[in-house]
């Protein structure tokens, strides 16, 4: 079920990514896959700055899309 509900999430993050960094998505099948991504990378960096967004499906939403966000904006760094 744990696998189901980080897809699920991660996809959401990831298109959520894509819309707000305009020009920086790749499509939505990646950008879903930079969602999955993202969540990590978001935890991640959330718990080592000690931040704490909100708890729930909303907050692991967030999070993933934050952590898209910031993928994104390096691989569109990265592809110019």
């Known amino acids: 079920m744990s696998l189901l509900y980080s897809l699920l999430i991660?996809?959401?993050a990831g298109w959520l990514a894509g819309k707000l960094m305009k020009g920086g998505?790749?499509?939505v099948l990646f950008n879903i896959v930079i969602g999955i991504?993202?969540?990590f990378v978001g935890n991640w960096l959330f718990a080592k700055l000690g931040i704490s967004?909100?708890?729930g499906i909303?907050?692991?939403i967030l999070t993933g899309a934050i952590g898209a966000s910031i993928i994104l904006f390096i691989a569109g760094l990265?592809?110019?």
Request: charged share 15%; hydrophobic share 40%.
């Open 37 to 39: 991504i993202g969540g």
């Open 58 to 60: 909303v907050g692991d």
């Open 78 to 80: 990265l592809k110019k």
């Open 25 to 27: 998505g790749f499509g």
């Open 53 to 55: 967004i909100m708890n």
């Open 10 to 12: 991660g996809g959401i």
